[in-house]
């Protein structure tokens, strides 16, 4: 955490000074991005491989079929990644064609919310999975039970708070992304926002849970859920609803994805747990 966060304070200041003292425009930005996550590298990596830690990249022996099991149980966050990106160039391409340029830039103000959001239960997921490997793997069902459950109330709160703060001031946020509130893409933004919103409500438990089986071991169930939540439902979400909603069918196909894929995700947490006796 300490470097990652020194990494941000690099690159940050490193902008101001590029940018606006050197005057070098993008590519200051561009440089200072480099440069700040090159020292983060070079720190974090002096721990890594440091043969007197007991965690270090040097200690151990490699092993081929240890390494296929690792790819394979992580590849459910790159299906996530993959599938996000094409759903986020298929939900472009149908507002470009419903409302033009001024639709794109609306969406990309609320898709950078949506990703900040995300940011949140991303950092709870990604902190509870070894705890959850750690102990799934010393047959502690009943703990990774309650670890679950916690985390999902966790989660539930904190989606809930988002949207009640969005619905509440989801005006202010899209600003941030404007220069002032005349033009026709925030008024598109302020009105998406408000539906597409809900997905706060679910996207949480959704991250949780893919990250949950993945803890487990449970490659193919994270993978399912994975494809669900960012590709299938969104692809006919955003192909069926617009055609009936305009507009508003493409702001509710991503809260309708979500919602479906925790109905099936639930579904599939609770045959596992039924196995953790």
Not at 214 to 227: E, P, Y
Request: proline share 2%; net charge positive; glycine share 10%.
């Amino acid at each position: 955490m300490i470097i990652m966060s020194l990494s941000v304070v690099i690159n940050v200041l490193l902008t101001f000074f590029f940018v606006i003292g050197l005057g070098w425009g993008n590519t200051g930005a561009s440089v200072a991005t480099g440069v700040a996550f090159t020292i983060g590298l070079l720190i974090s990596g002096c721990i890594t491989f440091n043969p007197r830690q007991r965690l270090s990249m040097l200690k151990g022996h490699f092993r081929m079929p240890l390494l296929r099991r690792a790819v394979y149980n992580g590849s459910s966050e790159g299906v996530s990644e993959m599938a996000a990106s094409v759903s986020i160039l298929i939900i472009n391409l149908t507002v470009v064609r419903l409302l033009g340029a001024d639709g794109v830039a609306a969406f990309t103000a609320i898709n950078y919310i949506n990703f900040t959001g995300i940011l949140l239960f991303l950092g709870i997921s990604d902190g509870l999975i070894p705890v959850l490997s750690y102990n799934y793997g010393a047959g502690n069902y009943q703990r990774v039970r309650r670890l679950f459950r916690i985390a999902a109330i966790i989660t539930m709160s904190i989606g809930a708070m988002v949207f009640i703060v969005l619905q509440a001031f989801g005006r202010h946020a899209i600003l941030l992304f404007f220069d002032g509130s005349e033009s026709q893409a925030f008024q598109i933004a302020v009105e998406g926002l408000q539906l597409f919103a809900f997905i706060f409500l679910f996207n949480g438990l959704n991250v949780l849970i893919i990250a949950y089986f993945t803890a487990l071991g449970k490659a193919k169930i994270s993978i399912i859920i994975s494809a669900a939540r960012g590709l299938v439902f969104v692809l006919i979400g955003v192909t069926v609803l617009p055609i009936f909603m305009g507009i508003t069918g493409v702001w509710a196909a991503v809260p309708l994805a979500e919602l479906l894929t925790l109905g099936v995700a639930l579904m599939l947490i609770y045959r596992i747990h039924k196995k953790l006796v």
